[in-house]
């Protein structure tokens, strides 16, 4: 490769940092105001508790997903009266948030207070306030709870529209579709759905609260292509827009990647039990590195699977900071990494 | 490492955490202002610091490029969906404000010609570059932050570099003959 002359480089520098549009001082003065004194004091009020994960840009919380896949029990019948109790089994999952977690990681939502927020059809939602702002909620979809998530106050400031779509796998043309969430825009007092056949459904905000089923005739294009969330003023005007992303089966993973999933119980998620997963066909090695540097050589199948049962000793390892997985090619070249961490990594994670 | 034992850790996380803010909120808050509205870089800020606080534990040594990474992590997902123009323009609105450097200096069109340069080239070059003309980070630094190797950095620079030449034409080769800037860098935040 041909590299740049010093000078070159340099000149070309100078000509950007004379565009530079900051005045010169303004950040060290910004830092000494109040505005900046301000965030530091609502950072520091924060809980250690973090939000849960992002799947895409500002859609929040496409969550859900394989919760209800996993969500076991059943509800018996939603009652259909805004503000009623959340059901035994709502209680029990929004309890569960904190299964695990160690005590600064916790998001403790007001469980006995848990409650109906908003109802369409046969799927409704339930919340139980944090402290401080935020909630934890959990949608029931068909007498089935999806399982809970929780929204910190920081959060619910940073993205004020809130959207979940679960579903459970297999996920056919026919499956049925849900949308539920919050927002936290003040004027606003709808959301609106518009899919990509040009049909619409919308619902009205309860609180800021909403769900909405996907009639049947668009469930085709719900499932073959992104849709839009528009949250509406009492004017009909748009206060914000986001694209949901159409509700398919997740691609398979490249062929050049490392496909790992972590093993824990709920007994304790700073743990990592134990890691399995495929490596690419040119893979001959691979290791697990830990936070601390030590590596560890995981065995490969003749399939290119894996498994390894992590000593009791490391389990702990992965608790606050992510390890590597590195695989490979018979030269000791690399050619695939996945970063392995705790559940109660993930959370504190944030993002 | 301890997760519970809550007062006195929480003591101990608060004080390291304000130092960190104290010693690092002019640099996160001039990389998110030279790219987004006053208020978007207050509340890049306050996201940004918002994850350093609950992962405290992984900030690096020097913290810096760890929170711009961060901070540019931050500033996508508000931005992705603006449209690339409605940057530009917002750049250029600033560059009019009262005593910005289009105003104190002659050379306005030259400064448009580098940002409107800088914006058509891609995401990634354009913060490679920012990120060392701008933000005054070193290679390896500036690699942190955008989260790549410090190769992968230097091809992006180098890429960036030389778009800009070949774009920049007539102001490249004027300043490559001898001829400084029109205008003066206005640097703000670390340099290392």
């Not at chain 2, 990389?31 to 405290?56: C, I, K, N, Q, S």
Request: charge should be negative; hydrophobic fraction near 45%.
């Amino acid at each position: 490769m041909t590299m740049e002359s010093p000078v070159g480089g340099e000149t070309i520098d100078s000509l950007v940092g004379a565009a530079d549009p900051l005045e010169p001082g303004s950040a060290v003065s910004w830092a000494a105001s109040p505005a900046a004194e301000a965030i530091l004091r609502r950072v520091l009020a924060e809980p250690l508790i973090a939000a849960r994960p992002r799947v895409s840009g500002a859609l929040v919380a496409v969550g859900f997903a394989a919760a209800l896949a996993l969500a076991s029990g059943t509800v018996v019948a939603a009652v259909h009266l805004l503000g009623g109790p959340a059901p035994p089994q709502v209680t029990r999952d929004l309890s569960a948030v904190d299964q695990g977690m160690p005590g600064d990681l916790r998001y403790n939502p007001d469980v006995s207070h848990a409650r109906l927020v908003a109802v369409a059809g046969t799927s409704s939602m339930y919340a139980a306030d944090l402290a401080g702002g935020g909630y934890c909620g959990e949608l029931v979809v068909q007498g089935r709870a999806a399982g809970a998530i929780c929204v910190t106050a920081l959060s619910l400031a940073a993205h004020p529209v809130q959207v979940s779509v679960p579903f459970s796998e297999p996920i056919t043309p026919r499956s049925p579709v849900t949308v539920g969430g919050r927002v936290t825009l003040p004027a606003a007092t709808a959301v609106v759905l518009r899919y990509a056949d040009g049909g619409i459904d919308r619902a009205s905000l309860t609180s800021g609260y909403y769900v909405i089923e996907v009639t049947a005739p668009h469930l085709g294009s719900v499932h073959a292509a992104d849709f839009s969330l528009r949250v509406v003023d009492a004017a009909g005007s748009t206060l914000e827009e986001l694209t949901v992303p159409a509700v398919m089966e997740e691609a398979p993973p490249p062929s050049n990647s490392i496909d790992a999933t972590t093993i824990s119980d709920s007994s304790d998620f700073t743990k990592v039990l134990g890691v399995d997963g495929h490596v690419p066909a040119s893979a001959t090695s691979l290791v697990l590195r830990f936070p601390d540097g030590r590596d560890l050589q995981v065995r490969l199948q003749p399939d290119h699977s894996f498994h390894l049962d992590i000593p009791a000793d490391l389990q702990r390892a992965f608790a606050v900071r992510p390890g590597l997985l590195v695989a490979r090619d018979a030269a000791g070249d690399i050619i695939a990494t996945q970063a392995i961490e705790s559940v109660a990594a993930a959370r504190a994670a944030g993002m | 490492m301890r997760l519970t034992g809550r007062t006195t850790i929480d003591a101990e996380r608060s004080e390291r955490f304000e130092r960190l803010y104290r010693a690092s909120a002019a640099a996160v808050y001039a990389y998110a202002r030279r790219r987004a509205a006053p208020d978007m870089a207050e509340d890049v800020v306050a996201d940004t610091f918002a994850v350093a606080w609950r992962r405290l534990e992984s900030v690096p040594e020097p913290p810096v490029p760890w929170l711009l990474g961060t901070a540019r992590r931050v500033l996508a997902n508000r931005v992705r969906s603006e449209q690339r123009h409605e940057r530009l323009l917002r750049r250029l609105h600033a560059l009019e404000s009262p005593g910005s450097p289009s105003e104190a200096e002659p050379a306005s069109v030259s400064v448009a010609m580098v940002l409107e340069a800088l914006d058509r080239l891609s995401a990634r070059e354009r913060e490679a570059v920012m990120l060392v003309a701008w933000d005054g980070l070193d290679g390896a630094a500036a690699a942190a932050a955008a989260g790549c190797t410090r190769t992968a950095f230097s091809v992006r620079l180098h890429r960036a570099r030389r778009h800009l030449r070949k774009q920049l034409g007539p102001s490249a080769q004027m300043t490559d003959q001898g001829r400084p800037p029109a205008v003066s860098p206005a640097h703000e935040g670390p340099r290392t």
